[in-house]
T-cell receptor, first 111, second 114 residues
Framework: DGGITQSPKYLFRKEGQNVTLSCEQN?????MYWYRQDPGQGLRLIYY???????QKGDIAEGYSVSREKKESFPLTVTSAQKNPTAFYLC??????????FGPGTRLTVL | GENVEQHPSTLSVQEGDSAVIKCTYS??????FPWYKQELGKRPQLIID?????GEKKDQRIAVTLNKTAKHFSLHITETQPEDSAVYFC?????????????FGKGTLLTVNP
């Protein structure tokens, strides 16, 4: 199942802390994406990367940062500037004009 | 940018009935329209997709139709079963350069009652 892994499955953050969510894929896909999912809001794009060492802001990038140093990895950092970070975070990847494959997700809760 | 509207937000049907979910999009340049199914606590998974060079596509009990003129597309599930119960998302994207990002609708919670 997959080819995309995310860790951890559950993450708890205290206010004022930065946390990093991991996303790794072994599908040899060029493009990777981070989405945030809230009840009734669908999937909203945070950041995406079409190639190593390059990434673009999505629709809700404020308070988040990413890096793409390796083709296989696209970590997402949720910074203290993100005022309402409690959500389900999904990573995805694809190649060109084809299906996006999703990871199992990380559920982040702010304490 | 692209905007995708999805209706209804919830849908309840009896087992064996058909279910229809409708989406509209705003960008006439969009040309790829996937549908994803997400079971509770799980990852979204592609169930069917359609590209703008065709008007309809079927896969067993699932079909998708596309009306480019009206900028809407629909998911049809026939002979529904309890295991079809999930949240369904439509999405749209356009090819061009290196940008293939998807814009998603807000989802439809489908409940199939035995």
């Amino acid at each position: 199942d997959g080819g995309i892994t995310q860790s951890p499955k559950y993450l708890f953050r205290k206010e004022g802390q930065n946390v990093t969510l991991s996303c790794e894929q072994n599908l040899n896909h060029d493009a990777m994406y981070w989405y945030r999912q809230d009840p009734g809001q669908g999937l909203r794009l945070i950041y995406y990367s079409q190639i190593v060492n390059d990434f673009q802001k999505g629709d809700i990038a404020e308070g988040y940062s990413v890096s793409r140093e390796k083709k296989e990895s696209f970590p997402l950092t949720v910074t203290s500037a993100q005022k309402n970070p409690t959500a389900f975070y999904l990573c995805a990847s694809n190649q060109g004009y084809n299906e996006q494959f999703f990871g199992p997700g990380t559920r982040l809760t702010v304490l | 940018g692209e905007n995708v509207e999805q209706h209804p937000s919830t849908l309840s049907v009896q087992e064996g009935d058909s279910a229809v979910i409708k989406c509209t999009y705003s960008d006439s340049a969009s040309n790829y329209f996937p549908w994803y199914k997400q079971e509770l606590g799980k990852r979204p998974q592609l169930i069917i997709d359609i590209r703008s060079n065709v008007g309809e596509k079927k896969d067993q009990r699932i079909a998708v139709t596309l009306n480019k003129t009206a900028k809407h597309f629909s998911l049809h599930i026939t002979e529904t079963q309890p295991e079809d119960s999930a949240v369904y998302f439509c999405a749209a994207s356009k090819s061009g350069g290196s940008n293939y990002k998807l814009t998603f609708g807000k989802g439809t919670l489908l409940t199939v009652n035995p």
